[in-house]
């Protein structure tokens, strides 16, 4: 009798154990669409936030065959308050809980200029530096991912055991910024980062949560124009290896996708 109530319970725990969520943003970006591939193949289900398109990360996951385990919703603008807020809220509706969360959404400084100077490749250099941009790339680098970390907090999204990665960078290195310089806004925008997942990493230690900055290495995605010397499907396996083995004792740590210390 006993051991048929056991067996029971047994039945009924297995039953209704969810499996683990990854929340991913920047999903249909060249390496957020590979670390969905990724978290999907490890046997999480993973919510794939992307901005405005998502023809790519469609694309990938029904190629990897994990589209079952993926749920691709558009509209996460990380620099939108309302969205960001919404985006949340519909999450907790549906009482998503999510056991790890990556920020891979992110801008670079061509990206956003091309749009400002057609026909320019780098207009963002020393003299003639358009701070409206430098605040732009600071939105969309720095600060959304922030806020999307806080919302998730506040509304309970992210509980005890729960990790944070940022896909932040070395250009965002200070220590390491000796040689070539420029990249102004770039640089500024993932040192923010790198500084928002340190307090991250300090204030979220008594609640269990883990923090990681992660580089990517120079991965060759539409946003390098495809240069590189690392492709997005090595670069995100390294990564998700990297959030895999996060820990709470290497939480606030700067590494790249190899597992290398980077300097800050
Ligand atoms: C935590 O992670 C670090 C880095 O991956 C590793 O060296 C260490 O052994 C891990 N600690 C525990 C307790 O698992």
């Not at 020393?126 to 941009?133: A, E, I, K, R």
């Not at 992660?214 to 991965?219: C, E, I, M, S, T």
């Amino acid at each position: 009798m006993r051991r048929a109530l056991r067996c029971l319970l047994l039945v009924i725990t297995t039953h209704t154990a969810r499996g683990a969520v990854a929340l991913i943003t920047g999903a249909n970006g060249g390496i957020g669409a590979e670390l969905v591939v990724q978290f999907a193949r490890a046997g999480y289900d993973v919510v794939a936030a992307c901005r405005s398109r998502s023809a790519h990360v469609h694309q990938l996951v029904s190629k990897a065959s994990v589209a079952n385990r993926v749920k691709v919703l558009l509209g996460l603008d990380v620099t939108s308050p309302e969205k960001v807020n919404a985006f949340v809220d519909g999450l907790k509706r549906q009482r998503t809980a999510v056991d790890v969360l990556v920020h891979a959404a992110g801008v670079a400084t061509w990206q956003l200029s091309s749009v400002v100077y057609p026909g320019t490749t780098e207009p963002m250099t020393l003299g003639s530096l358009d701070y409206g941009l430098v605040a732009r790339a600071f939105e969309i680098n720095a600060v959304g991912p922030l806020r999307l970390t806080e919302a998730c907090l506040k509304e309970g999204l992210l509980g005890t055991g729960a990790k944070i990665a940022f896909v932040s960078s070395k250009l965002g290195s200070v220590a390491s910024n000796t040689r070539l310089g420029a990249n102004y806004a770039y640089r500024m925008s993932k040192s923010a980062l790198n500084a928002a997942g340190r307090s991250l990493a300090v204030d979220l230690r008594p609640k269990g949560m883990s923090v990681v900055l992660l580089h990517p290495g120079y991965v060759a995605t539409p946003m390098t124009g495809d240069r590189g010397d690392v492709v997005a499907t090595v670069s995100a396996a390294g990564l998700f290896r990297r959030i895999a083995a996060l820990n709470a004792s290497a939480s606030g740590s700067f590494i790249d996708y190899d597992g290398r210390q980077v300097p800050w």
